[in-house]
């Protein structure tokens, strides 16, 4: 256990320091970097879907235990905000407000901490978010949100061959898992895990492969990136139309 958080901690270390880095080097052109928030069900394979995501479109991935051990330090929240620009720390501010307003929000110390984690995370892009209700925090212009269902009776075959345990075990971690994330997200955001209009997009992995999953979801990303690159062509038009 101890090895494991150890690794998480050099994860986040090496991760901090890579956006320090950047926010001192000269801006490039624009380059569109997606922000993919995947939420799932236990079993249902979302976090090899995420795992391949990220590897394929090269962006940073932030699992689960990642945001969460971000989250519970202080230390790292308040490191991450200092990776940020002054714009960027405003339209942060703006936002949480706005969110807590918006969805009448109570929020504790770690939620607090969460929220910055993740719209830090937002700001910079680039990234797949496994978990911990970052679609719901995230603003839904910066992110392309993501459901994994499948059939209960996949799933626990899948806990089952992963875990080595028993069907009934499987099902009985299942039960657990989907009623703790159920249980979160009603507590934090007031609405429910599971419906389908929180999301952009709901893949069943009952009826579509891992890497059909992925592909899916690269493509509406594709479609995404080209209309956001129209609309900039047309705005840059439409300035050099009014200087003339």
């Known amino acids: 256990m101890r090895t494991k958080t150890r690794s998480i901690e050099q994860i986040i270390e090496e991760q901090v320091r890579k956006w320090q880095f950047s926010k001192t080097e000269p801006k490039a052109e624009t380059v569109f970097r997606p922000i993919v928030t995947l939420s799932r069900e236990p079993g249902s394979g979302g976090n090899v879907i995420g795992e391949r995501l990220a590897r394929r479109l090269d962006l940073d991935l932030f699992h689960q235990e990642m945001i969460h051990a971000m989250a519970k330090s202080a230390k790292v929240s308040s490191r991450l905000l200092e990776t940020l620009d002054e714009r960027g720390l405003s339209v942060l501010d703006d936002w ?3 969110m807590v307003d918006a969805r009448h929000m109570w929020p504790d110390q770690y939620m607090k901490h969460l929220m910055k984690v993740i719209g830090a995370i937002g700001r910079h892009g680039g990234a797949v ?3 911990r209700g970052a679609n719901f925090i ?3 212009e910066r992110r392309f949100s993501v459901r994994v269902i499948a059939p209960f009776d996949v799933r626990a075959a899948n806990v089952a061959r992963d875990h080595q345990v028993s069907e009934k075990d499987a099902r009985n971690r ?10 979160f997200i009603r507590k934090y955001f007031n609405t429910s895990i599971a419906d389908p209009l929180n999301y952009d997009m709901v893949v069943n992995t009952g009826s579509v492969s891992i890497d059909g999953a992925v592909e899916a979801i690269t493509g509406f990303l594709g479609m995404q990136a080209a209309g956001k690159a129209r609309n900039q062509a ?5 300035r050099v139309a009014a200087t003339k």
């Open 96 to 98: 949480m407000a706005y």
């Open 129 to 131: 978010l496994i978990g």
């Open 138 to 140: 995230l603003p839904p």
């Open 174 to 183: 299942i039960t657990k898992t989907d009623s703790q994330r159920r249980a």
């Open 234 to 238: 047309q705005l840059h038009s439409a």
